[in-house]
């Protein structure tokens, strides 16, 4: 019986160490969202760093709602820090003349490999109609 107990509780604490995607890491994912404005005609007439936008971020890949999300500073900017390795999806909002709802996600999938990583995800550009 002891041996079982004692397989049993290092089992436990096995499955107890292992660390899934999310927060409690030391890695970063960072972008910048800008906006690119549409006349009706559909022709581009500005694009700029779009402030106070929210970004949204899902752990792991059998999730489809988002598990935190932040606001964009003044210059579009955004980070999600204290990730853990593993898989992320970042997406915002942008416009859509043809969907029901009126918007339409772009989704970026991220791959954390390593600990202290920064993954840029460079310029995210999002469409105002």
Known sequence: MTKIINLLTIFLLICSCSKYEGEGGSS???????EQKYNSLGNLISEYPIA?????IIYGNENTF????IKTSY????????????????FVYEDCNTC??????VLIPVEI???NQIVDLD??????L
């Open 28 to 34: 970063t994912i960072r972008g910048v969202i800008r």
């Open 52 to 56: 106070d936008k929210d970004v949204y």
């Open 66 to 69: 988002y598990d935190d999300d």
């Open 75 to 90: 210059d579009g900017s955004f980070e999600f820090r204290y990730l853990r390795k593993g898989n992320y999806k970042v």
């Open 100 to 105: 029901p709802s009126g918007v339409k996600e």
């Open 113 to 115: 490999t390593k600990n």
């Open 123 to 128: 310029t995210i550009d999002t469409k105002k």
